[in-house]
């Protein structure tokens, strides 16, 4: 069995064992402690530090001169190097357009993704209770983005 069924295993059995239904990981991973399940071994400083830059990285956010909307300044790409595959991350204002676009997709099919996802969870939900009114999504999300940037030009405006 894999790792991930493992733990997977384990947060049922941490439920089954306290009734909690709202489940707090750290509580979880305290109660495998003492289980005696075999603690992971600390990662290495080098590795630390650098998912701590990446999110740096990730969060860094600017504003465009002429809009004054902010946008992000770093987009990760993936690069294989060898057999192994890991991201490299560009500026948006130095990064070629093969670069970019390749970022973007990449976002916009994790963006699809987690909509299949959500749609899978929702259609889930909806089965297990058919005596309650059905949960609809609706995954057209080019008005909501429409009314946010025109909500962030409203938040934007000085109002005197």
Request: net charge negative; glycine share 4%.
């Amino acid at each position: 069995m894999s790792k991930k069924k493992d733990l997977q295993r384990l947060i049922r059995h941490y439920k089954d064992e306290t009734g909690e239904i709202q489940v707090d990981m750290k509580k979880v991973a305290k109660f495998a402690e003492l289980m005696g399940w075999e603690m992971p071994i600390p990662k290495d400083p080098l590795d630390i530090l650098a998912q701590e830059l990446s999110r740096a990285a990730r969060d860094e956010i600017k504003h465009d001169d002429k809009t004054g909307r902010p946008y992000r300044v770093n987009h990760a790409i993936p690069i294989k190097q060898g057999q192994q595959s890991l991201f490299v991350w560009i500026d948006i204002d130095e990064a070629p357009r093969n670069m970019m676009l390749k970022s973007l997709n990449l976002r916009r099919e994790q963006m699809v993704g987690d909509g299949l996802q959500l749609s899978y969870d929702a259609d889930h939900w909806n089965t297990r209770h058919p005596d309650q009114d059905e949960i609809q999504l609706d995954f057209d999300f080019g008005f909501d983005i429409e009314l946010r940037k025109h909500a962030a030009d409203a938040e934007d405006e000085d109002i005197t």
